[in-house]
């Protein structure tokens, strides 16, 4: 019998600025989750809110936040991720962990940053990406603005198998094109025939942007599991794996797709 795969998502306000703050606030909603989840997946930014201030709110990776989701994870027994903003080099990311309970963690750099609100006068962009493994499940970790941009987020498919099972996004993405958030992450899901998890963040930022969360689990075939809006929700819910190879098996459109290479 294949495997199942349980997530909680945690669709949270966040304190401007106020990194301790925040990760109290989430720990306490991680601790209190009623089920026993496997993966745990918070917003983006999730320690500061979407701030273009990285010189003085960044990290290195050995910092408090990351050295707290090694603690988060390992005390919970969970795989941990979201976004943080971290300093490598003389540069500045939004970078999003993916942290297993023994302190080993892989990361990927947002690509796609987000002009219009400036992101990428202050950030340096990402150029891989970063598809994780968990009990037999390919996960393919994206950021927030990556959504307009189906090309990244495309399966890079063989004859015999598809890259990966589940596409995750965590955002902070505005109440005004909520409905731009809702139907693209519906097409993700439905091109790329894989279960698709988009979570965002609630409540008003430092600059008076308001973020009515619509985070949504959605099957293969573009219907939606779950979806919450306006309110701060933790919400737990089991992929099956039966569901996504029966989809793929009965329209196995997948194998049609175009090859194509990403630079």
Not at 121 to 126: E, K, L, Q, V
Request: net charge negative; hydrophobic share 40%; charged share 25%.
């Amino acid at each position: 019998m294949m495997s199942g795969l349980t997530i909680t998502t945690i669709q949270s306000n966040l304190i401007w600025e106020e990194r301790s703050a925040n990760l109290r606030l989430l720990e306490k909603k991680i601790m209190d989750i009623p089920d026993k989840t496997e993966v745990v997946i918070l917003p983006e930014m999730f320690s500061t809110g979407f701030s273009m201030k990285p010189e003085t709110l960044a990290e290195t990776m050995d910092g408090e936040t990351v050295d707290w989701m090694k603690r988060v994870s390992r005390e919970n027994n969970i795989v941990l991720t979201g976004s943080i903003i971290i300093e490598e080099e003389g540069r500045y990311f939004n970078r999003l962990i993916w942290m297993l309970p023994n302190g080993n963690y892989g990361h990927y750099d947002k690509r796609h940053l987000f002009a219009y609100g400036e992101e990428n006068h202050h950030f340096h962009a990402g150029s891989k990406r970063l598809v994780a493994s968990v009990k037999g499940w390919k996960i393919n970790l994206l950021i927030c603005y990556d959504l307009r941009f189906p090309v990244w987020a495309r399966q890079q498919s063989t004859d015999t198998a598809t890259e990966y099972d589940v596409l995750i996004y965590v955002a902070n993405w505005p109440e005004r094109r909520s409905h731009a958030w809702k139907t693209l992450l519906c097409a993700r899901a439905i091109e790329n025939q894989c279960y698709v998890i988009g979570v965002n963040r609630t409540g008003t930022d430092g600059n008076n942007i308001y973020y009515s969360g619509n985070s949504l689990v959605i099957d293969p075939l573009g219907q939606v599991l779950y979806h919450m809006a306006d309110v701060e929700d933790v919400f737990t819910i089991s992929l099956q794996k039966e569901k996504l190879e029966e989809v793929r098996s009965k329209y196995p459109f997948w194998r049609d797709a175009d090859d194509f290479i990403i630079q």
